[in-house]
């Protein structure tokens, strides 16, 4: 034998320590890897519910667009109507206000005729 060489054989008790030793590592390590995957599958899940609230939203979002076009097709036409209703309602205010001035010039002649 080499007088440099010096050997490292551990003592049988050191043995058991270090077998101890990988065992708790090798469980340690595989609590992290379940942690590491537990998250993994909470990060996927969370990514699949924010893509069908973003579907679900953005459906909504053509729907409430589609309602807002029909509406704005449909207000020019209401638009006119008003205008018409307007017009209308002038002309009945005018043939009130004949009436009455009528109503009134009869009132005025049977005063009139009861003072004569």
Known sequence: RNKHE?????????????????????????????????LKTQ?????????KEKEELEKQVRELEKQVSELEKQTPELEKKVRE????????????KKHEKTIQEQEEGIQNHEKT
């Open 85 to 96: 209703l307007e017009k209308l309602f002038q002309e009945e205010k005018e043939k009130v």
């Open 6 to 38: 010096i050997t490292m054989e551990p003592a049988p008790n050191d043995l058991e320590e270090l077998k101890k030793k990988c065992a708790q590592l090798g469980q340690e390590k595989q609590a992290h890897e379940d942690e590491i995957n537990n």
């Open 43 to 51: 990060v996927s899940n969370l990514k699949k519910e924010d893509e």
